[in-house]
């Protein structure tokens, strides 16, 4: 970690936040936006397809300007354009004038967390990366905390139009904060990221820092960013969908919660992606030749859950609502591996067009997901009086998506051979791996006994003084 390192990414985190509830406020507010707008769910799913689509389409265009002109002028930016759309959306009364500034909030919030991502690489170790990745976005998730308590009470008692100014206000406030605060690099970025590379260069194809920068082109189409890119397409849509808009009313009616429990319940997201976070980080650290077990694994587990509560009993208990909930918090994490792969096959000046790319996935699939939800209710409910049935059947459709998976087994065996070929390392059976943590037990328990019987050594050798020590008298 680098000097200031902290105070630089404190204050991106701050603008990331506040993008969170503006990216989020609307799902809280879902059926009150229905009421006001006179729309149905469709039109609904959107305004989410609106902004993500927006998200979706701007992040290789800001990557490309993160490349050439700095995290900080980026985010002060986008802060700015998300303030103005939030003012707008305050006092919009038709449809068309809420979609045009939630598409200017999109474009706002486009900047934020890629923007994050691309700053962490300068100023934090090699080892910190992944954890400060997971980090960054656990943390960001305060945003829905925001979100589902303060701005939902501010929305219910004192209006529509008060509840988005105060978020206005939040992210011109943010912004500022992210002027002040804010640097690119550290003075000693070039020196510090080649030896970096260096410490890296056992599980990574070797970019060299001081190497050309490749091209926009080159850099889109190497097989590591193609990789994170499926990875963050096949993990981000369960929770992406779940939480920008269709958990709050899937509590609703599904497990017949009044409004401001469905809304709190979002809060568990936060609180076991804050758990699950740094684990993750840390197994990817450990273990980078096998980051795609993480992607698999959280695919399987998610599926089952959601296939558990949508087969079960309607409402849900309590504690199957929260498990699901889990679910969508270990998919929300494993979805940050897929920048990891960026990080180890890209070269550093191009990291913001590849995660632009990489965070571009995740998005695509979280408002197809989104439409798939919303074209379903309308389909199965065309009058508008949803069922628990109907939203079951909805959230069972959009894991159609999981078909992904295939073009991320192709990609990680395309940049497993590449990094091969390159003589980098292999990945090693899973036998070696048990023999090195059976190794690594092994020393920690010899270690622990020999403590052990220092200590014994020690009373036998007090206890003996002390018995001579009577003796002389």
């Known amino acids: 970690?680098?000097?200031?390192?902290?105070?630089?990414?404190?204050?991106?985190?701050?603008?990331?936040?506040?993008?969170?509830?503006?990216?989020?406020?609307?799902?809280?507010?879902?059926?009150?936006?229905?009421?006001?707008?006179?729309?149905?769910?469709?039109?609904?799913?959107?305004?989410?397809?609106?902004?993500?689509?927006?998200?979706?389409?701007?992040?290789?265009?800001?990557?490309?300007?993160?490349?050439?002109?700095?995290?900080?002028?980026?985010?002060?930016?986008?802060?700015?354009?998300?303030?103005?759309?939030?003012?707008?959306?305050?006092?919009?009364?038709?449809?068309?004038?809420?979609?045009?500034?939630?598409?200017?909030?999109?474009?706002?919030?486009?900047?934020?967390?890629?923007?994050?991502?691309?700053?962490?690489?300068?100023?934090f170790a090699p080892l910190q990366?992944?954890?400060?990745?997971?980090?960054?976005?656990?943390?960001?998730?305060?945003?829905?905390?925001?979100?589902?308590?303060?701005?939902?009470?501010?929305?219910?008692?004192?209006?529509?139009?008060?509840?988005?100014?105060?978020?206005?206000?939040?992210?011109?406030?943010?912004?500022?904060?992210?002027?002040?605060l804010i640097r690119n690099t550290p003075a000693n970025f070039s020196h510090g990221a080649e030896k970096d590379r260096k410490r890296l260069a056992s599980v990574t194809n070797a970019v060299e820092v001081n190497s050309a920068a490749p091209g926009v082109w080159e850099t889109l189409k190497n097989p590591g960013a193609l990789l994170g890119f499926w990875v963050h397409f096949a993990t981000c849509f369960p929770s992406m969908s779940f939480l920008l808009l269709w958990g709050v009313p899937f509590f609703q009616v599904h497990d017949a919660m009044p409004k401001a429990a469905a809304s709190a319940m979002l809060i568990f997201n936060t609180v076991f992606g804050i758990v699950l976070g740094p684990i993750v980080g840390r197994l990817v650290a450990a273990h980078p030749l096998r980051r795609s077990w993480i992607i698999y694994v959280t695919s399987a587990i998610t599926t089952v859950a959601f296939a558990v509560v949508i087969v079960g009993p309607s409402p849900s208990p309590f504690l199957l609502s929260v498990a699901l909930l889990v679910t969508t918090a270990l998919s929300g994490v494993a979805s940050n591996v897929a920048f990891d792969f960026a990080r180890t096959s890209v070269h550093p000046r191009r990291l913001g067009t590849a995660n632009g790319l990489i965070n571009m996935g995740g998005f695509v699939s979280g408002l197809t997901a989104a439409l798939i939800i919303g074209v379903t209710l309308d389909v199965t409910s065309p009058a508008g009086q949803y069922t628990p049935g109907s939203f079951s059947l909805a959230m069972a459709a959009q894991f159609v998506l999981l078909a992904s998976l295939g073009a991320v087994e192709y990609y990680k065996r395309k940049v497993r051979a590449q990094r091969e070929a390159a003589g980098g390392p292999k990945v090693p059976p899973l036998a070696d791996v048990f023999h090195r943590y059976q190794e690594r037990w092994?020393?920690?328990?010899?270690?622990?006994?020999?403590?052990?019987?220092?200590?014994?050594?020690?009373k036998l050798r007090r206890l003996t003084q002390m018995a001579s020590r009577r003796h002389r008298r």
């Open 442 to 458: 092994d020393r920690r328990r010899r270690r622990h006994l020999a403590g052990k019987a220092r200590v014994e050594r020690r």
């Open 129 to 180: 990366v992944p954890v400060m990745t997971q980090l960054t976005s656990i943390i960001g998730q305060l945003g829905q905390v925001i979100s589902s308590v303060p701005f939902a009470a501010v929305v219910a008692g004192l209006g529509w139009t008060t509840g988005f100014t105060s978020l206005a206000a939040l992210g011109a406030l943010v912004a500022v904060v992210g002027l002040a």
């Open 1 to 123: 970690m680098r000097r200031g390192a902290l105070r630089v990414w404190l204050a991106a985190m701050a603008i990331y936040i506040v993008a969170m509830a503006g990216r989020t406020s609307l799902g809280v507010v879902g059926l009150e936006a229905m009421a006001r707008f006179h729309m149905s769910a469709s039109v609904l799913s959107l305004f989410t397809v609106v902004q993500l689509g927006v998200y979706a389409l701007a992040q290789i265009p800001v990557g490309i300007a993160l490349d050439r002109w700095g995290t900080r002028r980026v985010m002060v930016v986008g802060g700015l354009a998300m303030a103005v759309g939030q003012v707008g959306l305050a006092f919009a009364t038709s449809v068309p004038a809420a979609l045009a500034v939630r598409a200017l909030i999109g474009m706002g919030d486009a900047t934020a967390f890629t923007a994050v991502l691309r700053i962490i690489p300068a100023w």
